[in-house]
């Protein structure tokens, strides 16, 4: 099983270039999508789930180009959208229902896997309940449950974690490990400690090119030795900011103390700390782009 991203760009009207010859192999396993605001993230899952097409480039899956024969991989997809809205109407088991015909699936059988799903994602004591009166967690829930309904080889989730509590958020990533084995799940979001206990690999985009696909443990290596920390008087951080790539200040009663991502140690008096995914991220962003 492979999904195959081979130069693929994406020009909006307007002239917005949102992707730049993106070139990803995927197979199965849990891959992070990385990146800030408007870095692309959608336009890429979009692209993947076949509901918009690239300027240039081809996606291949297991061999077949999904240009002309988009029907292989819908078979097999999930997807949950960024901007997945449900009707508040309907409860949950009613809304499972609409989305599994709307994919063509019904029967006895689908009705017992609806239920298998509530059961899943904990919205069994729910399930009889209008979504209009669902919390932000909860549909998220539900969003994840209609994406499982054909218990798809590929499942693309566009941000999952948004507006989910700690505990929910905690829940959803050992959610994705149960799912993961035999499939691909992408999932993006802009928060990395989302994704640095459950991704296999993460794969970082901004402005609309990749810039890295790599296991954490080898971000992490990419940054070893390149962390310091420094303590300096308050005043001195406007110009910190403008010589440093930060990744994080802590004030203490002789100054601010300062996480730096640097090649060679920014003062003389830097020591050296563990380095984080984060300051990986950093680095990356900070180093590759542009270049
Ligand atoms: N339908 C559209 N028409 C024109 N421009 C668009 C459209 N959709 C997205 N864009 C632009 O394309 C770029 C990439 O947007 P995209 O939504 O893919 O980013 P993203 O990484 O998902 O961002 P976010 O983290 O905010 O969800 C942005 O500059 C955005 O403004
Ligand atoms: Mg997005």
Redesign the pocket.
């Known amino acids: 099983m492979i999904l195959e991203i081979n130069q693929i760009s994406k020009q909006?009207?307007?002239n917005?270039r949102?992707l730049q010859d993106i070139n990803l192999q995927l197979k199965p396993g849990i891959i992070g999508l990385l990146?800030?605001?408007?870095?692309?993230?959608?336009?890429?899952m979009r692209i993947l789930a076949t509901i918009l097409q690239p300027t240039t480039g081809t996606v291949i899956w297991n061999g077949i180009d999904i240009r002309r024969n988009p029907d292989e991989l819908r078979r097999t997809l999930g997807y949950l959208p960024?901007d997945f809205g449900v009707y508040p109407h309907l409860n949950a088991i009613e809304f499972l229902e609409y989305a599994a015909a709307l994919k063509g699936l019904g029967g006895r059988l689908m009705k017992a896997r609806i239920l298998e799903l509530l059961e899943l994602l904990n919205l069994h004591h729910d399930r009889k309940r209008p979504l209009g009166g669902f919390s932000g967690g909860m549909r998220q829930r539900i969003g994840i449950a209609q994406a499982l309904l054909n218990d798809p080889k590929l499942l693309i989730i566009?941000?999952p974690t948004v507006g989910l509590d700690p505990e929910e958020r905690m829940r959803l990533r050992n959610l994705l490990t149960d799912l993961s084995g035999d499939r691909i799940i992408l999932f993006?979001t802009?928060i990395i400690s989302d994704i640095e206990a459950v991704s296999d690999q993460i794969a970082i985009?901004t402005k609309?090119r990749l810039l890295t696909k790599a296991d954490p443990a080898l971000l992490l290596r990419k940054v070893q030795g390149r962390v310091w920390s420094v303590t300096i008087p308050d005043q001195e951080i406007q110009e910190a900011r403008m010589r440093w790539t930060i990744s994080g200040t802590v004030r203490r009663e002789d100054g601010l103390q300062l996480r730096i991502v640097s090649d060679n140690p920014p003062l003389p008096h830097a020591i050296a700390v563990p380095p984080s995914l984060e300051d990986a991220y950093l680095y990356v962003r900070a180093f590759q782009e542009g270049a």
Do not use: C, F, M
Request: neutral net charge; without cysteine.
């Open positions: 909006y009207k307007g917005v949102a990146g800030p605001n408007g870095a692309g993230k959608s336009t890429l960024q566009d941000e993006s802009h985009i609309g």
